[in-house]
């Protein structure tokens, strides 16, 4: 398998989460891994057919009376030693980020100072709300009557998503601050 294909990594360890369908890594995806890490619904099933070609999942094909066949994947050991192998091997680095309202802030001296206050006020309020759908979401984990033994993992990748939508929120605040009191004193 590729070195640097993290989504082939991702999707493995998915398999080892209990999905075993396209649909179900989809699922998981948009309720967990959307959050910090995309996989479009497109990289899925091709990506499956590319671990069960190199061997690292296997497939069975599920047939119920009038309904396309599902095809149902598990990690297989060989899928097992690489996920293992990427999770033990160091980062490479940070990754870059791109991120909207940084790159409009970084050019605001060209428009109108309202605008840039705006722009930060729905950015705060965006970050309000996933901050409330990441505090749901714990509540999910929280509260299963058969907690994943991958919960307290889940718990702690969430946590992390949290504390940086709270300093986002807080960075939001003290940016408009800043702007608005600037603008106070060019009156």
């Not at 718990?155 to 929120?169: H, P, Y």
Request: charged letters at 30%; hydrophobic letters at 30%.
């Amino acid at each position: 398998m590729t070195r640097r294909n993290e989504t082939a990594y991702a999707i493995l360890g998915l398999l080892t989460a209990g999905c075993s369908s396209g649909y179900d890594i989809k699922r998981m995806i948009d309720t967990s891994l959307n959050h910090f890490w995309k996989i479009s619904y497109g990289q899925i099933y091709p990506m499956l057919t590319k671990l069960h070609e190199e061997g690292l999942a296997d497939v069975t094909e599920q047939h119920e009376p009038g309904k396309t066949a599902r095809k149902e994947y598990t990690i297989t050991e060989k899928g097992k030693a690489a996920l293992t192998e990427w999770l033990e091997s160091p980062l490479e680095g940070l990754s870059a980020e791109k991120n909207e309202v940084l790159l409009k802030l970084f050019f605001s001296r060209h428009q109108n100072r309202e605008t840039t206050i705006k722009l930060l006020h729905d950015y705060k309020d965006q970050l309000t709300a996933r901050h409330k759908t990441y505090e749901t979401i714990e509540a999910g984990i929280r509260n299963e009557a058969c907690p994943s033994p991958d919960a307290r993992y889940w718990l702690m990748t969430l946590d992390f998503g949290k504390r940086r939508t709270e300093a986002g929120i807080s960075w939001c605040t003290d940016t408009i601050e800043q702007l608005t009191r600037e603008e106070e004193a060019r009156s």
